[in-house]
Each structure stands twice: as structure tokens, then as C-alpha cells.
């Protein structure tokens, strides 16, 4: 499993993962997210999941926990592009409400508004 993180202006972080993502690479990924949320430098977390291919129940795990974090901060998260198999996850966990489609850039700019308010 691979990802990138990048922090855009206006506190977005975007984390692209691919591959498949289990439980041992959740605890990785899961440290570098929460320690820029921690810091203060995010107010959305997209997670863009159109290259990942498996994910296990831990992957949920590192969303729900990353909602967590960023709710003390009033921020938000968006669940991007994941396949049918990950959406219908999602749906049953309760997070149907954050999935979108779509480029990065428009989510960007959707969620400035959201955001900013």
C-alpha cells in the first residue's frame, strides 16, 4: 500500500491511498493524518480512494477516528471515489453521507463553501 498527503491552502489535506490497506499499514498512515490535524493545519480531510482496491475493517477504523479528531476542531471529512464495494461499507457504517464523486479540485472548491461557510 502506498498514499500521499498534501496539505492545501485553506487547511486541506487531501490523502490519496492506493493499493490495499490493512491493518498493518493503518497505524502509519493514522500517525502522519492525526499529527497535522493536531497541529491545527486541517479543517477537510478528503480521502480520495480511486486507486485503493481493498480496504479492511481497520481502514474504517482510521476514518471513524480521523472524524473524531477533526470534530473537536469543527472539521470535516469527505469520503472520494471509493469503489461500489467500499461505498456500500461506508453506507451500512453510516459515513454514506460523506462519500462524493468526482475530481479533487471540484471537491475543493464544493467544500471552500462548506468550509468557509
Do not use: C
Not at 479528531?69 to 461506508?90: C, Y
Amino acid at each position: 500500500m502506498k498514499f500521499n498527503m498534501t496539505l492545501h491552502p485553506n487547511q486541506v489535506l487531501v490523502i490519496k491511498l492506493y493499493g490495499e490497506l490493512d491493518h498493518h499499514q493503518t497505524e502509519k498512515v493514522r500517525a502522519q493524518i492525526s499529527k497535522a490535524i493536531l497541529q491545527g493545519n486541517v479543517k477537510l480531510l478528503i480521502w480520495n480512494l480511486e486507486q485503493l482496491h481493498f480496504m479492511d475493517s481497520s481502514g474504517i477504523g482510521l476514518i471513524l477516528g480521523r472524524i473524531r479528531e477533526l470534530r473537536a476542531v469543527d472539521g470535516q471529512t469527505v469520503i472520494l471515489n471509493p469503489s461500489e464495494t467500499m461505498q456500500k461499507i461506508f453506507k451500512f457504517s453510516g459515513l454514506g453521507g460523506l462519500i462524493m464523486e468526482g475530481s479533487e479540485q471540484n471537491v475543493i472548491l464544493q467544500a471552500r463553501g462548506i468550509v468557509n461557510g
